[in-house]
């Protein structure tokens, strides 16, 4: 009896002592995103911030924006705005940009949206990324939204050891990758990788299941039923998209229309306005060369002209 409540109590304490010590190195360590790609949320929340009080135009996105807008052009054309490029991946799913930028807008603001066309899906929420966000403080998401399970935690755990690791022996960053965080400008941009050659990429798997997340709806209507009624203007944008990817997600794109239409808000352009050929894009059907990204921002700045006139 002794020995079967000895080896019980054992059973229960190394979790215990596994979980310390995670805790202990958690604390002790450097976060992953003093280092790498996820640590340009750092720099955005903190443009958030420092701007909350002032007149500015938002971008909310994935990727596709981080990797693919010129900030500072847009603000040499709209000098009274400060820019705040806060797009960032597309797995972390749009409602934690909503949450996000909630509490920073104010009157005459000006929220652009251009979400990737699996942003809105079911099942392109990644979690891992999220779990990342909330163990390193990058931003002010609610705890009760990430839905955090022990995996992700194991997971970022592991990547984290192996990040320190490789900096220790001099292989982070790599050559010619983007998850680096001296990548971002004063405005969001990632920029590192603008005059790099174009890569050969494959495109997102096609979706057999086109379900959006009854939150994320429920979220958007809300989101811009509010800017509405506190004065704040909101603009959905088609992203720029490789011509390859575009021709093979037609379902999605209609899909993403219908979205946006239904909680009020449809697209201020056409998204066939939005496709360029695969050879502006670096290493995926979103990521632009500095090419694409001038092709995309002059889009964008015309359509801001023609909204704010």
């Keep these: 009896m002794k020995k079967f409540s000895r080896n019980l109590f054992l059973f229960f304490l190394y979790p215990f002592f596994v979980l310390l010590i995670l805790v202990i190195l958690h604390i002790l360590l450097p976060k992953a995103s003093d280092y790498d790609y996820d640590g340009g949320l750092k720099i955005k929340h903190q443009l958030l911030l420092s701007n909350k009080n002032k007149k500015k135009i938002i971008f909310i996105g994935g990727s596709n924006l981080a990797q693919g807008l010129d900030s500072k052009k847009i603000q040499d054309n709209f000098s009274s705005y400060k820019i705040i490029n806060y797009g960032q991946r597309f797995d972390t799913g749009l409602e934690f940009y909503l949450d996000e930028i909630s509490n920073y807008l104010g009157k005459d603001d000006i929220v652009v949206i251009v979400p990737e066309y699996e942003m809105i899906l079911n099942n392109y929420f990644g979690n891992l990324t999220l779990t990342r966000i909330w163990l390193e403080g990058l931003n002010s998401y609610p705890l009760e939204n990430y839905e955090l399970d022990i995996r992700s935690v194991i997971d970022y755990s592991i990547y984290r050891i192996l990040l320190l690791k490789n900096i220790q022996i001099g292989s982070f960053p790599k050559q010619n990758n983007t998850n680096n965080i001296l990548g971002f400008n004063e ?123």
């Design 187 to 309: 405005f969001g941009d990632f920029t590192l990788h603008w005059f790099w050659k174009h890569k050969k990429f494959e495109n997102y798997n096609e979706v057999i299941s086109l379900n959006y997340k009854k939150s994320t709806f429920a979220k958007a209507t809300k989101f811009l039923a509010l800017s509405k009624t506190n004065s704040i203007k909101v603009v959905v944008v088609p992203p720029m998209t490789a011509k390859s990817h575009f021709l093979k997600i037609n379902k999605l794109v209609n899909f993403n229309t219908a979205f946006w239409l239904k909680s009020g808000q449809s697209y201020l352009c056409n998204p066939n306005d939005m496709v360029i050929d695969d050879s502006f894009f670096y290493d995926s059907p979103y990521h632009l060369l500095y090419q694409g990204v001038q092709i995309k921002t002059d889009k964008i700045i015309q359509f801001l002209k023609n909204f704010i006139n």
